[in-house]
């Protein structure tokens, strides 16, 4: 078995408002970080709840939260609370 594996999982979920909130500040504490999104993403649908996973950085351990859909690839844009790294979930 993979060492990795847990990392597909989600680790937890969160409603639109914390959602929302969560990308805010990770975008004020990271100058730039908004307009990477706003450059690689199209925006999310109306759901109740949102996924949210732990960061892949090593020693962050920070929870990456979905910002937007990816506009080349079908997956959901992710960015960390505390580090301000982006991937594709």
Known sequence: MSSNIGQNYPYSSE???ERAAAVEAATAA???LA???NGA???LDSQD???TWRCRKRGCG???HAAGYAR???AV???CDRCGSTSLR
């Open 15 to 17: 409603t639109e408002a």
């Open 30 to 32: 990271n100058e730039g």
């Open 35 to 37: 307009e990477a999104i």
């Open 41 to 43: 993403t199209t925006p």
């Open 49 to 51: 709840r949102w996924w």
């Open 62 to 64: 920070g929870i990456v």
């Open 72 to 74: 080349d690839n079908r």
């Open 77 to 79: 844009y992710v960015v």
